[in-house]
Each structure stands twice: as C-alpha cells, then as structure tokens.
C-alpha cells in the first residue's frame, strides 16, 4: 500500500500540488471578489428602488393626512392616491418603469403595465415558480411598515423570468400597498465582463511569477535532486561509498556547502561506527556477564563506564558517576581497614573486597565488590547487593508489629477461631465486649442461650464453606441496646479454609444518623407530615392494588386561601405556625387508613382510605373543610383561616400519580374560581378548559406578532362637571380566525401565561401616543388611565420603562394613571409599593382599582401612595340594597378623608347615575355615558361633548 501511494512523497507531485493550491486559491479570490461585488451592486440598487418608493410616499403625504385628519374617507383618498401613483412613470437602465399600488387584500389598484389586472384579486395569483408574489409585498409592508423583497418576474422585453428586487411601503391611512421594483440583470453582465478581465490579469501575472521562480531556484532543486539520488544509493548499499560530483555548483555557494558537508559527514561517520563496533562488542560482553552493579574504571581509577542497576544502588544518575575518582563512591571507614589494592588486581586475579557505597540520600549500601583487568587496560567492577537480605528479615519484623498494633489498636471487634470454633486470638474490644473466650468453643459458652448457639453453628457452617456472611444484630450491652455490624470470613491456607476471621463494628449512632436522615427526606421539617416523595410512593402502592384489583380511593388537593395575606401582615415566623396547627388539625380525620402530606407552602395532599372513593370522599371533604371553622390562634393572635380543595378519584380518573395530582389541581382551581371555601371534583371538562385555554394563548401570542389588538378609551365624566375628565385605556381583539373574543378570555390566559407583559407594554404606549396627540388635535388634554398588572409592577425596569414610554411619547406624567388592583398587591406588596413610590414622585398618579372587594384594603390605603379610589362595580350594580348603599357611602367618605378622588365603576342605567351622585363619588364611569370607544370615535365624541 505505501509503495502504492509513494508518490505523494515525491518532489515534483508536491510542487505540482503547490501549484494547484496557488491557483485554487486565486480562483477562491475571484469567487469572494465576485460575491461582494454582486452584493454590494444589489444593495445598491435596492437603496434606488427604496428612495424611489419614499419620493412618492412623501408626495402622497398631503392626500394621506388629509385621510388621518377626517377630511377624507379612506374611499376617496384612495381614488386620489391611484390618480397620482398612475402618472408616476420613470426610466431607469432597462426602460420605462413604474409604481404599483395593492390594497391589503390582494387587490391591484394601479399597474400601468397591466390596466387589464387593475381592480382585481391578485392574493392567490401566483407566477410560473409558485411564489404569491402579492400576498408577500402585502405581508411585508403590514408586519414591517416597509421592506424589501426578491423574486423571479418576467420583463417586458422576455418571456424568461429574471431576478426582480422592490421596495414595498405601507399606507395604513387608506389600507394599501405602495411599491416599485427594478431587474438586476445588468449588474450581472457588469460583473461576468468585470471579472472576466481581472481573471485574465491576474493569470498572466501568476505564470510569469511561477516561471521566474523556477529560474531563481533552479540550483537549489538541482542540489537537492543530486543529493537525494545520493542517499538513495546509500540506502541501497550503505557500505558503498556515495558517489557525488561538485562539477556545476559554484564553490562558496550554499549548494556547493550543502553537497561538501553531506560528504564530510559520511566519511566521519565511516571512521566512528568502526570505532563503535569495537566499544559495542566490550559493552555487550560486560552487560550480558555483569549480574548485578557494573563498573568500568581507567587507569586513574575515574569511572567511565556504569550501568542501570549500580546507578539504582548507588541512587545516582550515569552523569553524577562519569568521571569520578571510584574512591569517592565508598565509606572512608572502608578504604581504610582495606585499601585498594591495584597490584592485585594487575595481576589479573578478580579482587573481592566488602565496601560501603556513599549514596546521596539515605544510609550507606553494603555491597560485595569485585573487580578484573581488562584487554584494554581498563577495570572491570561488580557489585552486588548485601542489604537485601537484612531488609527483608527488618521488612518481616516491621510487618509482624504492624500487625500486632493493628490487632491490639483496631477501632473494632477482632477475632480469630480456629476450624473447631475454638477461639484462638480477641483483640482488647473483643474482649470487653464478648468477655474472654479464649481457648473456649461456641459450644462451651455459657452465656450464650440456644438460638444463639444455634445461629453460630450455622454460620460456622457456612463460614467454613468458603462464604463471607455479614450481617447486623442487635445485643445488650452494659444495660443498653447497640447494632453490630459483623463480618465473618474464612481463613484460608494452602487452597484449604483454616480459620475464621470476624470483625465486630458498633454501628449505633450510624443507625440512628440514618433513621434521622430518612425522617428528613421523606417528611416535612416544618409539620412532620409526609412530604411528597413518601406520599407518591403510598399513592404508588395504592394504585398498584387497585390495578390488581383493589379498592378504589381519592386524592384531594387542598390550599389555604390567600394564606400569603397572613404572611406579608403577620410574618412569615408566625404564619408558619399557623400551618403547623393546620397540620394538627388534619391528623385528626386521617385515622389509620388515611394519608396526609404536606407539598409545600400552604398546600397539602389527603389520601383517602381503600374503597373511599368518589362517593364517599364527600363526606372527607367536608370534615376537611370544617377543621377551619373555628379561629386559630398562636403568639397571642387570633385569625380566621379557610380553604379550597381539589378531588380526583382512582381509577375513575386514572391510575398514575402524576396525573391524578394535576387533575386534583385543576379541580382546585376550579373551585378557586368558583369562590373558595369548598371542593370540587375532576372531570373532562376542566381537562378541556385547559386544552382551550392553552389553544387561545397560542392565538394570542399569533395576535401580539400580528399586531391584531387594538386599544379602545372608556370616558371618565366627572360628576359636578359634566365633561369628560380622563380615559381608560382597555385592550380589545378582534381575530380574523375567532371573531370578537372579550377580555373576560384573553386577560386571564394572558396574565398566566406572562403575555401580559407584552400586551401590557403595548397598552401603555398606544395609550400614552393617543392622549399626547389630542391637544396637537385641537381636543382637550385628558389624564389616560392604565390597567397594570402584578407581573408588569415585577418586572425590575418597569418604572423606568414607563417614563421612557413617557418620554417618547411626549406626554406629561401628570397626564398618566397606572391603574392596580389589590390582587396585584398580594404578589409582593413591598416591590410593587416601591415601584408605584418611584412613579409617583415623578408625576405619574397611581390608583387603587376594584376597592372593596379585597381582604386589606385599610392596610393598602395607609400605605400606599395613591390618588385615585376606584370603587368597585358591584357595589354600583347592586345599589338598591340598602347594604351595599350604606358601604359605598362610607368608602367615598373614607377616600374624601385620605385625600383621594373617588371614581364609581359600573354606571349603567340612570339610577346608577344618580346613586353615585348622591353618594358624592367624584367621576362615574360606565355604558350609561359611553361603552368602550376606539381611537377614532373618541375624538368625535370629545369633539361634541357638552354637558351631559
């Protein structure tokens, strides 16, 4: 195979590689040259269809305000827009060109070019490559405002479709389309002739560059191809000598230098390995005879030759020995009592000699040292290791206490039995926990009673059978109860069990440790009720029964209503507290087949007992819901508490967990919505609920992008005045695929879903936008009231957010009112106070929505920074009787004496009217003076106010 591709490595297929990378390369350039040129050219191109398009958008402009200011219908000025978009003719390169006009539902108004499509559909009119060219540039101009778009469209001058750009605008005045277009078949004609005369350029250049190259570096590839045919002959015959010619090279040059240095070192390198193979043929001799430490001395007794294993005994590397006096490498004690004697071992006799080697660390080596002349003059030495054996016998006896340590110190119980049961060894443990058993068999203890002899002489049994038992059991201990964990293991030697080893350990407060840590993990901290993981795992097995056959039973959901209240006025201290008795309280009814947990917060979950399903579980569901009747009271506070459950039955409703606990919430929620302080069952239709709920928030989200929303002004009228005195601004939806659909639907898929936020921000600014442009219109400057909800006041840029709304709309802060309602409040009032504070000292008002129907409203009033009380519908509807008329009253008193201007909400009929002039309200709102308007209506209606 490598023979095969073998020429990959040769010279000239990586030249001619080279080459094809150069020119790749070049034509890579010519590509990207191509493409930016061909981009720039349609960018600029598309910048003169885009300012064509403004210069006639400016030049409707007149036609198209008079349309906005009502001085035209849409009708009329569309009629106005088609005359003057119809004369609208230019050139550009390829000819004559003009302005079409679509309205929003595909239909072509103007197309000089084609007086025949003019006044028709053209939405589902598509070109020969399928595209709805129509509905695109009637897409992009709605979404957008204005943009681009590219197609493939067929000149005057051809059949054959041509790439086409156009700029298309919106004129929402008059619901049309106002755009132009231009080919961009000469850019490319440009750009081929263009390129064409730079590729032929840049090829004649790149050749003469490559052909002058090759002459330049001609003696360089000569002298590498000369050498390179010498090595090859080396390596056919590496003991011929290379035959290699200078004739050609200029002496002094580096090719003549790089030819006379390989001959150089060729014939040095010839003399040296002769040399070498004498020196190989010593040291293959010495290493292959030298058993252990080796030596090679000169006649000065320096060292010149070592190997591995004396390096390993002396602790050294070859370059610390090379060299070096060999008397240095010995004890001074050593040479002393026996000198070296050179005369011995001139005479060519082997010396043995003991000596102490002197190694860098650690203490001295005792080795056996005997040394031999050479042929050469030189001393051979060898040195073997005494010390092994003595560390061996030290390495025993240190492994003989280490073990005694281990078995008289080991933190546990420790014994050894020989195969007859007889104790043989007990470590101190052993002995204060067993007594001393020493040379006494199982049999022969007394303290032991029958079932223990029993169990031990089965365990012996095993034991002795080659297995490993271990086990826990309790004893008593100096009067008290402990856990053992006991290992026993057999002892064996030579293939046969000999003995057995056992090992005791006092696992006590390990067990104790565990039996706390399986109480934290499967039960409440705060109620020492089951938490959720033990409650599934209960349901689980009840589930598991009633698929085998079982009774049936129910899971009821139960939450604490607007518990969070208690925690934001009382603390969260003692508001736990309050939960540790709800928890009490619910032990009561549970009894010995029932099941309570806690899920978190003020949730719980209530297992009911087998066979107490959806027609009993009624009767558990009211025991539940009478545990809070009656107060609760802790640290001296006594507070009402009720709540809200949420029942699904098994199997009815299903057999798996997790199902049945959303099923149980949606039941929950159901009946939270419905007025708490009850229950309600699971069925299909709230599934359903859900499934629709989930379907319109799709739609809105669609609607949002689409921007189909719309924002319509309710009037404010003061009472004394007579006169509209502020707006309030509310979302309306009108889907082109589900028709009208109420606040009452979308707001609340909205605020759980978190489009709120959204929706929110665009009521803002509509609104805003629409109260800071009547004065510009000759209308009154009204205040603007807006809805805000929890999850806006949460965001953390809300305020700031606001002002810059403010700020770019142009409108005072004066002139805006958040609106809030006590709801919003819950969620965090401390936030949602700070967020209002800080709006509040620039200017904006903040009012208090829906008054009365909330739990703390005093607490609201005294801290919050309000201007505005509005009071909630229900009183106003129900005004005639006479309960709701002595609380109304006393809330527009309340609101007077705080300062605030009272609005009363719900004013539909005369009587209404009159009852919140009576009550002295400030401002009535309501259907009596005006439903809902949309922007357009609204100047109308201030247009002709009057006294009302």
Avoid at 588 to 607: H, Q
Wanted: proline share 4%; hydrophobic share 40%.
């Amino acid at each position: 195979m490598r023979e095969r591709f073998a020429f990959l490595d040769r010279t000239w297929f990586r030249l001619a590689l080279s080459l094809g990378v150069l020119f790749a390369a070049f034509g890579f350039f010519l590509y990207i040259l191509a493409a930016e040129a061909r981009v720039n050219a349609l960018e600029e191109r598309r910048q003169d269809v885009r300012r064509l398009v403004e210069v006639a958008r400016a030049s409707l402009r007149p036609i198209l305000s008079r349309v906005r200011d009502g001085e035209l219908s849409r009708e009329e000025g569309r009629r106005l827009v088609v005359r003057v978009v119809r004369q609208m003719i230019y050139r550009d390169v390829h000819g004559p060109n003009y302005f079409f006009l679509l309205d929003y539902d595909g239909t072509l108004w103007v197309n000089p070019y084609l007086p025949q499509r003019e006044g028709t559909k053209q939405a589902d009119f598509t070109y020969p490559q399928g595209l709805p060219l129509e509905q695109e540039l009637v897409r992009i101009a709605r979404t957008r405002g204005e943009g681009i778009v590219r197609y493939l469209y067929p000149p005057p001058f051809s059949s054959e479709p041509q790439e086409k750009v156009s700029y298309v605008a919106s004129l929402p005045e008059i619901r049309c389309v106002l755009g132009t277009g231009a080919y961009v078949l000469d850019l490319d004609r440009a750009l081929r002739a263009h390129l064409r005369g730079v590729a032929l350029t840049g090829s004649f250049i790149l050749i003469l560059g490559l052909f002058i190259s090759l002459r330049i570096l001609s003696p360089l590839l000569k002298s590498y191809s000369v050498l390179l045919e010498a090595m090859r002959g080396l390596a056919r015959d590496p003991q011929k000598p290379p035959t290699l010619s200078l004739e050609g090279f200029r002496e002094g040059s580096e090719s003549w230098l790089l030819l006379s240095a390989f001959l150089d070192m060729d014939r040095r390198l010839r003399e040296t390995g002769a040399q070498l193979l004498q020196d190989e043929e010593r040291l293959r001799i010495l290493v292959e005879e030298a058993p252990d430490g080796f030596l090679e001395l000169d006649g000065d007794s320096r060292v010149v030759r070592t190997n591995r294993r004396f390096c390993e005994l002396m602790g050294a590397s070859p370059e610390d020995l090379l060299s070096r006096p060999v008397e240095e490498l010995f004890h001074p004690d050593d040479l002393i009592t026996t000198p070296l004697v050179y005369e011995e071992v001139l005479r060519g006799g082997v010396v043995t000699r003991e000596r102490r080697l002197l190694r860098p660390w650690g203490a001295p080596l005792r080795v056996e040292m005997r040394s031999k002349l050479l042929s050469d003059g030189t001393v051979m030495s060898l040195f073997r290791d005494l010390s092994e054996r003595e560390e061996a016998q030290a390495r025993l006896q240190e492994q003989q206490s280490l073990l005694e340590a281990l078995f008289a110190n080991a933190p546990f119980e420790l014994w050894v039995r020989d195969a007859k049961g007889r104790m043989l060894l007990q470590n101190p443990l052993a002995r204060k926990g067993q007594g001393n058993l020493l040379g006494e068999a199982v049999e022969e203890h007394r303290g032991l009673s029958e079932e223990t002899r029993r169990l031990w002489r089965e365990t012996n049994r095993k034991v002795l059978a080659g297995d490993v038992i271990q086990r826990e059991e309790m004893e008593i201990r100096e009067g008290r109860e402990i856990c053992l964990y006991k290992v026993i293991a057999p002892i064996w030697r030579e293939g046969k069990v000999r003995g057995i080893l056992g090992v005791s350990l006092d696992v006590t407060e390990e067990k104790v440790q565990a039996q706390q840590i399986e109480r934290m993990a499967f039960y409440d901290a705060l109620t020492d009720l089951p938490n959720l993981r033990l409650f599934n795992a209960h349901l689980e097995e009840r589930l598991a029964a009633v698929r085998d056959g079982g009774e049936g039973g129910a899971l009821l959901f139960l939450d604490l209503d607007d518990f969070k209240l208690v925690n934001d006025s009382l603390g969260h201290a003692l508001g736990d507290q309050f939960l540790v008795e709800v928890a009490a309280r619910i032990r009561t009814v549970l009894g010995p087949d029932r099941l309570a947990a806690r899920l978190g917060g003020d949730e719980f979950l209530v297992l009911s007992a087998p066979g107490e399903g959806c027609r009993d579980v009624d009767i558990l569901a009211n025991e539940l819901l009478g545990l809070f009747e009656a107060p609760f009271e802790q640290g001296g506070v006594r507070q009402f508490l009720s709540a809200t459950l949420g029942v699904a039955c098994f199997p009815e409703d299903g057999l798996y967990p997790e199902a049945l606990l959303a099923q149980a919430d949606m039941a929950l929620h159901k009946a939270k919505r419905e007025g708490k302080r009850s229950f309600r069952f699971y069925d299909a239709a709230l599934q359903e609920e859900v499934v629709k709920s989930r379907e319109l928030e799709n739609h809105l989200r669609d609607a949002l992008e689409a921007g189909e929303l719309e924002v319509f002004f309710q009037p404010q009228v003061g009472v004394s005045s007579g006169r509209v005195e502020a707006l309030e601004a509310l979302a309306r939806w009108h889907s082109p695929t589900l028709g009208q659909i109420s606040p009452g639907r979308f707001i609340p898929v909205a605020e759980r879903s978190g489009l709120i936020v959204p929706l929110g921000a665009l009521v803002l600014r509509e609104a805003c936008r629409f109260a800071a442009g009547l004065e510009a219109q000759g209308l009154p400057s009204l205040r603007v009231a807006v809805n805000v909800s929890a999850r806006q006041l949460l965001q953390e840029d809300f305020a700031e957010t606001t002002l810059r709304v403010l700020e770019e709309t142009g409108l005072a802060p004066s002139l805006l009112e958040v609106e809030i309602t006590e709801t919003t409040l819950m969620e965090s009032f401390d936030r949602v106070s700070e967020t209002l504070r800080h709006l509040r000292e620039k200017g904006v008002r903040v009012a208090l929505d829906d008054f009365g129907m909330g739990y703390s409203s005093l607490t609201y009033l005294r801290r919050l920074p309000l201007d505005t009380l509005k009071i909630d519908r229900s009183f106003i509807v129900d005004s005639r009787r006479e309960g709701n008329r002595v609380i109304t009253r006393a809330m527009v008193r309340l609101g007077h004496d705080l300062g605030l201007e009272v609005v009363a909400e719900g004013v539909e009929t005369e009587e209404h009217r009159a009852f919140a002039d009576e009550a002295e309200c400030d401002v009535i709102q309501g259907y009596w003076y005006s439903r809902p308007l949309p922007p357009e209506e609204v100047r109308a209606f201030l247009s002709r106010q009057g006294d009302l």
